[in-house]
T-cell receptor, first 115, second 113 residues
Framework: EAGVAQSPRYKIIEKRQSVAFWCNPISGHATLYWYQQILGQGPKLLIQFQNNGVVDDSQLPKDRFSAERLKGVDSTLKIQPAKLEDSAVYLC?????????????FGPGTRLTVT | TQLLEQSPQFLSIQEGENLTVYCNSS?????LQWYRQEPGEGPVLLVT?????EVKKLKRLTFQFGDARKDSSLHITAAQPGDTGLYLCAGGRSNFGNEKLTFGTGTRLTIIP
């Protein structure tokens, strides 16, 4: 079974530039998550999708971050404009459903460096 | 505000020793998961516990969910270099009809051969 795919794996941009990350979840997984993980810390949920609808985006900085999941499969996360504090690993995860006790399968992440 | 505090934050021990990592909160969780993350990879689920007082064993790893479902511990017996990684606890709670998973602060474990 193919895992969660993310691209790119690494990205370096200057502040005020824009960047986009792509995620392809495990086939059949209805729930998709985007997390931000600052170096050495636990992941922080940015946004959760159920199929192509947003379930929770309470911690998404909506003035600069946006995400979409068209057709309920792939998803993109965009940052525009980027700030220095956005330097982090952005993880995508998917699961069969919304229950917190379900296993979340994570991709390898995209390491973003903002200079 | 970080709901789940893990301790210690860093732990470096010799191969063969035993260790315990703690995950504490003032909030009640409906479920508690432990993940392990290696450099350059995403977290991988180790175990899910859902009942207060529940104990689960996975080879040399023993997981316990507190009776009040506010805390958890992970005990590793006879640690091996392959146990090195970032250990994350994650608590599940209902949030306006949706169940949300909140990750802890993490414990970075290094096993020295």
């Amino acid at each position: 079974e193919a895992g969660v795919a993310q691209s790119p794996r690494y990205k370096i941009i200057e502040k005020r530039q824009s960047v986009a990350f792509w995620c392809n979840p495990i086939s059949g997984h209805a729930t998709l998550y985007w997390y931000q993980q600052i170096l050495g810390q636990g992941p922080k949920l940015l946004i959760q999708f159920q199929n192509n609808g947003v379930v929770d985006d309470s911690q998404l900085p909506k003035d600069r971050f946006s995400a979409e999941r068209l057709k309920g499969v792939d998803s993109t996360l965009k940052i525009q404009p980027a700030k220095l504090e956005d330097s982090a690993v952005y993880l995508c995860a998917s699961s069969l459903g919304q229950r917190a006790s379900y296993e979340q399968y994570f991709g390898p992440g995209t390491r973003l460096t903002v200079t | 505000t970080q709901l789940l505090e893990q301790s210690p934050q860093f732990l470096s021990i010799q191969e063969g020793e035993n260790l315990t990592v703690y995950c504490n909160s003032s909030s009640v969780f409906s479920s508690l998961q432990w993940y392990r993350q290696e450099p350059g990879e995403g977290p991988v689920l180790l175990v899910t516990v859902v009942t207060g007082g529940e104990v689960k064993k996975l080879k040399r790893l023993t997981f316990q969910f507190g009776d009040a479902r506010k805390d958890s511990s992970l005990h590793i017996t006879a640690a091996q270099p392959g146990d090195t990684g970032l250990y994350l606890c994650a608590g599940g709670r209902s949030n306006f009809g949706n169940e949300k998973l909140t990750f802890g602060t993490g414990t970075r474990l290094t096993i020295i051969p």
